[in-house]
C-alpha cells in the first residue's frame, strides 16, 4: 500500500427534507450575498428553487439566480457567472443540480478568486491559489463533485473537455434528499449509476498490490451501485434503491477508494474528448469505451481483472485459467451496462467515427502528442487512437 492523504472536510445533511436547512446552513457560513446557480428547468418545476429561495429569505440572505447550465457545462456560463458575482458582490455560490451545476459553480468560484483567465487553469497555464466557497443541493446521483475535489469544464472553441482539480474547490457541505432525483429520466439516473461505478472502477484497477481494506469498500461500493441499479430498472420510486444510490456516488469519488493506490483515469480521458467533440451524456461515453479499454490493456495485471469478476461480478473463478476468468468479467461488465440500457460501444450512442475523427480524438486526448495517459498501463497516443478504433 502506497503513502496517501485522505481529505474529505465536506459536510453531508442526508436524508428526507433535507434542502430545508438550506437557509441555516449558509447563514452559518457568515456571507453576504448568494449565487443561486442551477441547470434547466427541473429544478424550477418541482419547487425545489421557490423552497431554496424561501429558506434564504427566510435566514435573511441576499441572493441572485444564474440558470442554463448544460451537460458537459461550458465555459461560456461560467465566464457569464463570473461577471454576474463581481457585479453583485456575491461571496457564496450555491449549486442547485448534479456535476455538471457543480463543475461550473466550482469554476465561477475559481475566477473570482484568482487573477488569470479562469480558462487557464483547467488548461494546466495557472494554478489555482483560491475559490469562492460552495455548497451544493444535490438532485443528480453521478459526478460526485459535491465531494471531490475536481471539476470539468468544456471550452466551445475546439471542442475541448477538461478538467482542475484542487481542495480549494472542495464544497463547504452538501445537501443529498434522494427524493430530488425521483422526477430524473431513467437514460439519465443509469448514466449516472455509471459513472459512479467508474469513478470506483478507475482507482480500483491498479499494479498495486496489498489493498485490502481499500480493495474491500470499493467492491462493496460496485456491489451495491449494480445491485441498486437493476431494482431502479424495475423501480424507479424506490427511495431506498436511490438513497444508496446517492451515498455511494458520493463515497466513490471523495477519495476514499483511491487511498494507497494510484488510480488509473485513463476512461475519463477517452471519455472527455468523446463529450468534448459530440456532447454524449458523460456515463454513457465511460461504458461505450470502457470494454475497448479492459481488453486493450488487461494482460498488464490479469489477476486483478480476474479478482474485479469473482468479487464483483459473481464470475465463477477458474484457478487454471485466470484470463479466462478475467475476459469473463469484462463480458459481465458490458452485459449489465447493456442490462440497464447503457451503451457498449460509440456506434450505440448515435456516432459513427471517421478514421480522420479517431486521429483528432487521439491528437487532442494525447495534448497534441504530448502526453501519455493511465497508470495501470500507459498509453501513447497510438494506443488512445487503437482504442478508440476498437470502441467505434
Not at 136 to 155: C, F, H, Q, R, Y
Not at 301 to 328: I, W
Not at 334 to 342: L, P, Q, T, V
Not at 377 to 382: A, H, K, P, R, T
Request: with cysteine; glycine share 10%; hydrophobic share 40%.
Amino acid at each position: 500500500m502506497k503513502n496517501f492523504e485522505y481529505y474529505a472536510p465536506t459536510k453531508v445533511i442526508f436524508g428526507k427534507d433535507a434542502q430545508m436547512q438550506t437557509g441555516s446552513l449558509i447563514q452559518a457560513q457568515n456571507c453576504k450575498k448568494v449565487l443561486v446557480h442551477f441547470g434547466g428547468g427541473s429544478a424550477k418545476k418541482s419547487g425545489l428553487l421557490d423552497k431554496v429561495f424561501a429558506s434564504l429569505t427566510i435566514a435573511g440572505i441576499d441572493y441572485v439566480t444564474l440558470g442554463g447550465v448544460v451537460p458537459n457545462p461550458r465555459l461560456s456560463k461560467v465566464y457569464e457567472g463570473i461577471e454576474l458575482c463581481k457585479k453583485e458582490k456575491v461571496d457564496f455560490i450555491l449549486a442547485v443540480g448534479g456535476g455538471s451545476v457543480i463543475d461550473s459553480a466550482k469554476a465561477i468560484g475559481y475566477g473570482m478568486a484568482n487573477d488569470c483567465d479562469v480558462w487557464d487553469l483547467y488548461d494546466g497555464k495557472a494554478q489555482a491559489t483560491g475559490c469562492l466557497p460552495i455548497g451544493v443541493i444535490l438532485t443528480i446521483s453521478a459526478a460526485g463533485s459535491e465531494m471531490s475535489n475536481s471539476s470539468v469544464i468544456t471550452k466551445e472553441e475546439g471542442g475541448l473537455k477538461r478538467g482542475c482539480s484542487t481542495d480549494y474547490a472542495r464544497c463547504k457541505f452538501a445537501i443529498m434528499n434522494p427524493e430530488l432525483t425521483y422526477t430524473l429520466p431513467q437514460y439519465q439516473t443509469e448514466s449516472g449509476c455509471t459513472d459512479i461505478l467508474m469513478h470506483t472502477m478507475e482507482r480500483y484497477f491498479t499494479t498495486q498490490r496489498s489493498m485490502e481494506v481499500t480493495d474491500s469498500i470499493s467492491e462493496g461500493l460496485m456491489r451495491t451501485v449494480i445491485r441498486n441499479a437493476k431494482i431502479l430498472m424495475k423501480e424507479p420510486q424506490s427511495y431506498d434503491a436511490r438513497a444508496e444510490i446517492m451515498w455511494a456516488g458520493s463515497l466513490s469519488h471523495n477519495g476514499l477508494t483511491g487511498c494507497g493506490s494510484v488510480g488509473d483515469w485513463a476512461c475519463h480521458q477517452l471519455e472527455h474528448e468523446l463529450g468534448g467533440m459530440f456532447d454524449v451524456a458523460h456515463g454513457a461515453g465511460l461504458s461505450a469505451v470502457w470494454g475497448s479499454w479492459a481488453r486493450y490493456v488487461y494482460k498488464t495485471n490479469v489477476m486483478r481483472f480476474a479478482q474485479f469478476a469473482v468479487n464483483v461480478l459473481g464470475v465463477l473463478n477458474d484457478f487454471s485459467n485466470p484470463e479466462k476468468t478475467a475476459l469473463e468479467g469484462i463480458k459481465a461488465m458490458e452485459d449489465f451496462y447493456r442490462f440497464i440500457g447503457m451503451p457498449t460501444s460509440i456506434r450505440e450512442m448515435g456516432v459513427e467515427l471517421t478514421d480522420e475523427q479517431i486521429h483528432e480524438l487521439a491528437y487532442k486526448c494525447s495534448f497534441k502528442n504530448t502526453r501519455t495517459i493511465g497508470n495501470f498501463q500507459i498509453l501513447n497516443m497510438e494506443d488512445i487512437g487503437k482504442i478508440y478504433s476498437m470502441a467505434r
